[in-house]
């Protein structure tokens, strides 16, 4: 239950202008878990991604649920300790807590999320891909880490629909003025476009939330510091 932080997800529906309480989800958790700190649904609402940050001893965890007969079933659960973390971090890396925020493309075919305090808060984001699109196949597939230290990188993470432009938060960087770090896809590999900086100066936290549309060509950014929390949101097009 709430009280002891397990965690519990509610699914609402709308019927003209009135939502109402469509079913509940209350994952397979302990104590502390922390399920349903971060949801995502994909745009025909079948199919939802939950994590628990406080899973698995605070490695984390992302629940994959599928909506079947109108009934919501756990098709898998992506731990660090499922996949092939350990094999591709070092003993450092594989405590990265995972499922603080999930961002995904519509088929959920490949899964991000980040830990954006690890190394010292410079911050890692994870891909996992689902290849053959079957039970338990989710696997860790790609690594990337920031060169620039101290920056949270990864607090906050978008992606377009097509899969193939990300951009990463890293709010912490000079002093908190904050930075957006966009990568493209080539293949399997993502590189680093453009890396755009806050122009407002420290203090602002530019890049705690970060958006992007369909097409991959307009970015939104926040920076809900500035001028004494006043808060701002900066407008991207490419």
Do not use: M
Request: hydrophobic share 30%.
């Amino acid at each position: 239950n709430a009280l002891s932080n397990k965690g519990k997800v509610h699914i609402y529906t709308r019927t003209g202008t009135n939502w109402s309480l469509n079913s509940s989800i209350t994952g397979p958790c302990n104590v502390n878990d922390n399920f349903g700190y971060e949801v995502l649904l994909n745009q025909d609402g079948n199919k939802l991604l939950i994590g628990a940050n406080g899973a698995e001893n605070n490695r984390g965890a992302i629940y994959y649920y599928i909506l079947n007969n109108n009934v919501w079933k756990l098709y898998e659960i992506i731990q660090q300790t499922s996949s092939l973390i350990d094999s591709n971090l070092t003993t450092e890396q594989s405590t990265i807590n995972i499922g603080n925020n999930i961002s995904s493309t519509n088929n959920f075919n490949h899964i991000y999320t980040s830990g954006s305090s690890f190394n010292n808060n410079s911050g890692v984001l994870l891909e996992y891909s689902n290849i053959k699109k079957k039970y338990d196949n989710y696997r860790l597939r790609t690594v990337i880490l920031n060169a620039d230290n101290n920056v949270i990188f990864g607090y906050s993470v978008a992606i377009n629909s097509t899969g193939d432009r990300i951009v990463v938060s890293g709010h912490g960087f000079n002093s908190s003025q904050g930075k957006v770090y966009i990568y493209t896809r080539s293949g399997s590999i993502w590189n680093l476009e453009q890396g755009i900086a806050g122009p407002d100066g420290s203090n602002v936290y530019f890049g705690r939330s970060v958006a992007i549309n369909s097409t991959g060509d307009r970015i939104v950014v926040g920076g809900h510091i500035f001028n004494s929390q006043q808060g701002k949101i900066y407008i991207y097009t490419k």
